[in-house]
């Protein structure tokens, strides 16, 4: 299967700050998606995002998939964004491929 | 709309029992899938089910198994448990019609604890 690697593994900010997560894909992607997991496990839906840019709020995410690359982008780190973000990218197969994920936490 | 939901919240278990772990896909989604979620694995993919077939398997032993009923709504299996099994399992919903191209919304979990 395709491999995802996430840089960087942990990021710790001030509140306030702005910060860049990075993943890269092994193989061309028909689908890429961004997942923020909260306390409880759960996976919340962030950025579905194969190609080009998209903005939600203080968040946004580009993914380049002719370098095989997703960007995503923090703006104004509150508290409420510390946690665990997960990129996940498919190929043919209606399976997502995980990368390992990166801890964010954001502190006052 | 109502999301994924997914039964039990939690679970214990000991080793050698079998479990049976529910999951009610988004209204009008056909595709369930399964995820496993372990500190030293990550997330992996179980398998996958649409219109009550499994389409698509990850590499799990065969006590891992599953199925879907007629109103998408899918049950996973582990018989034979065995501390390793211990995990946050999290299926997934998506339309799964137009094969690779859906974006998949995830449930909130059943966590695993075998002893």
């Known amino acids: 299967g395709i491999q995802v690697e996430q840089s960087p593994p942990d990021l710790i900010l001030q509140e306030g700050a702005n910060s860049t997560l990075r993943c890269n894909f092994s193989?061309?992607?028909?689908?890429l998606q961004w997942f923020h997991q909260n306390p409880w496990g759960q996976l919340i839906n962030l950025f579905y995002?194969?190609?080009g840019t998209k903005q939600n709020g203080r968040l946004s995410a580009t993914t380049v998939a002719t370098e095989r690359y997703s960007l995503l982008y923090i703006s104004s780190s509150q508290t409420t964004d510390s946690g665990v973000y997960f990129c996940?990218?498919?190929?043919?197969?209606?399976?997502?491929?995980f990368g390992t994920g990166t801890r964010l936490t954001v502190i006052p | 709309k109502a999301g994924v939901t997914q039964t039990p919240r939690y679970l214990i278990k000991t080793r050698g029992q079998q479990v049976t772990l529910s999951c009610s896909p988004i209204?009008?989604?056909?595709?369930v899938s399964w995820y496993q979620q372990t500190p030293g694995q990550g997330l992996q993919f179980l398998f996958e089910?649409?219109?009550?077939?499994?389409?698509n398997k990850g590499n799990f032993p065969g006590r891992f198994s599953g199925r879907q009923f007629s109103n998408s709504r899918s049950e996973m299996n582990v018989s034979t448990l065995e501390l390793g099994d211990s995990a946050l399992y999290l299926c997934?919903?998506?339309?799964?019609?137009?094969?690779?191209?859906?974006?998949?919304?995830f449930g909130p979990g059943t966590r695993l604890t075998v002893l």
């Open positions: 997934a919903s998506s339309p799964g019609t137009s094969g690779a191209y859906n974006e998949q919304f």
């Open positions: 193989d061309s992607v028909n689908n």
């Open positions: 995002i194969p190609s």
């Open positions: 996940a990218a498919k190929t043919g197969a209606n399976n997502l491929f």
């Open positions: 209204s009008g989604h056909r595709s």
């Open positions: 089910y649409f219109s009550e077939t499994q389409r």
